[in-house]
């Protein structure tokens, strides 16, 4: 809330960094109306999953306090998108704890967008189902949640959806000897910019999805094609500019970011033995995937371990049954997989010259951008009488949402209670016996009720859409360029 108050008010400009050499780390101090601050506290329950949740403080309108932020090394997309909304919100008078649920309807907005935009530029170019299976399982409780935060990590992880969408897409025609239309063109540069900007190191992410378009793809006709010499060339250029402002931006907020991601001397990872190093960063890989499928908050609300198993069984099984009757040679697995290849490489550099501090968040860009990158894969396998895996996907996926939405509620209404003595292993967020400490906005009973009404209609509504679309038409016969 402070970085997107400071973001849209000009206080996070470079010159406006401090630099503590004591802890050598830079912070902005942000001057901010103290309705801003009409959240609950999380000092209060952070990090401590058994401490519920406390109610919101209100503050006295017009006056104005301090806050220190040290988030000095990131883009300024997202928190000018998020602190417009703040300003807004202000302006029209609305109470602090209502502008904050308005920045997280927002960002939970155009997260969606960014996931609708993924579906309209495959929905033409493949089945439903085949898109639905791969999204379904890249959409975690963790990437839903993110997403309705005031944090760009959900923008990131939708944005690099949308961006290996439009990077299938202009395969896709590639491969057909068909031009691409001119939204889908568009689309490209408008990706770069929005994944690019959103983290600092999303830069990453885009080279790696950039480098599937210097790839030939064949054609029906036998020629092999450059995927990103089929787009026109202005087009090109734009991407090219979306690419540079990417990279400019990249290299001036490196020189900005501390050398170690959790705040701590840099010194307490350079002393560390180098085999200790790598072993750190190996062991953290398994916990990092967990976290990316289903750790909420402040780390202190986790979805149980035994739906991420089932999430990668159920996962696995969809994915390589459908993969069974592929026919479609748009982007090939070991393509896929050199490219996730490549970015978990960088992660591990990353950790390795820097203090190891990724969380699963950090790196779903990763897993979300592969499993969309797979659609042309799967999608001949979920057509027609062989829908099943398609609909056993959606069906698991809501199911595991509607559990997770009612954990994380009830997780802050009423904290974790051991139900067996001092037990750690019987630690569940249960509704004891008191009134909750912390209330959503309408209500326990009001929440709860909507999301059981809302997510069994979204499984039968898909389903339905699932076994009743038809399956995609794209014809466009070459011309301009391909007919050439």
Known sequence: MAYAWGTISGQTLRGSRILDEQERVTHTVISMPAELKEYVDPGEYKFQPEQPAGSFMLRDRGEIVTATSYMTGYPPLYYALVGAVLRVGIAVGMGGYHVLVAARICSGLGSMALIYGTWRVLRNRFPVAGIAVPVLLAITPAVAFLASSVNPSGWE?????????????????????????????????????????SRPLSAIWVGGLLLLLLLPVKSTDGRRIMPLRVLTRWVRVLAYLAALVVVACFVALAAERVASVTGEPATDWSDTPVPARWMAILLRFGTMLQMAFGVMGWNDTNVPLLFFILWLVVGTWAMSRAAAGATQMILRPRLVALFAGLMLLAVVLESYYAAFGWQGRYAMPIV??????????????????HIRPAISVLVFCVGVHLIAVLWNMVRYAWGESRISGDSQWLSLPIPGPGPATWIPMGGVALVTALAIVEYTLIALGGSCMLRYSRPAAYVSAPTGRHAR
Not at 167 to 192: F, K, Q, S, Y
Not at 368 to 385: E, M, Y
């Open 157 to 197: 992880i939708t944005a690099a959806m949308f961006l290996a969408a439009v990077i299938v897409a202009i395969r896709h025609d590639a491969v057909n000897g068909a031009d691409v239309p001119i939204r889908t063109e568009l689309c490209l540069p408008l990706a770069i910019i929005i994944l690019g900007l």
């Open 368 to 385: 979300t951008a592969s499993l969309v990158l797979l659609i042309p894969q799967v999608s001949d396998g979920v057509v027609g009488p």
